[in-house]
Nanobody, 115 residues
Framework: VQLVESGGGLVQPGGSLRLSCAAS????????MSWYRQAPGKERELVAR????????NYADSVKGRFTISRDSAKNTVYLQMNSLKPEDTAVYYC?????????WGQGTQVTVSS
């Protein structure tokens, strides 16, 4: 049972990346899914959240209009499309699945925005 993030890397300011979070050992269809990030020396913060049926999304003010969270139940995967990236978006990005008291985290993927 695990969540595996991928798609991170080094990108220039203004560039784009798409992160993926693939679930195995369980089905994400009944889980609320979120992306968090943690920069060095800072606390982990919520970036985006999507409810179990995909009908509702929430975003941190700092990423509104630039990031989009989506889910594909057929692929058992959640995505985070990140556009117009800024140096302050540099962090380790984590995927989180929540269903009632059940909480699962991925291991994280590094995103570095730098010229």
């Amino acid at each position: 049972v695990q969540l595996v993030e991928s798609g991170g890397g080094l990108v220039q300011p203004g560039g784009s990346l798409r992160l993926s979070c693939a679930a195995s050992g369980f089905t994400i269809s009944s889980y609320a899914m979120s992306w968090y990030r943690q920069a060095p020396g800072k606390e982990r913060e919520l970036v985006a959240r999507i409810n179990s049926d995909g009908g509702s999304t929430n975003y941190a003010d700092s990423v509104k209009g630039r990031f989009t969270i989506s889910r594909d139940s057929a692929k058992n995967t959640v995505y985070l499309q990140m556009n117009s990236l800024k140096p302050e978006d540099t962090a380790v990005y984590y995927c989180k699945a929540v269903r009632f008291a059940m909480v699962r985290w991925g291991q994280g993927t590094q995103v570095t925005v730098s010229s």
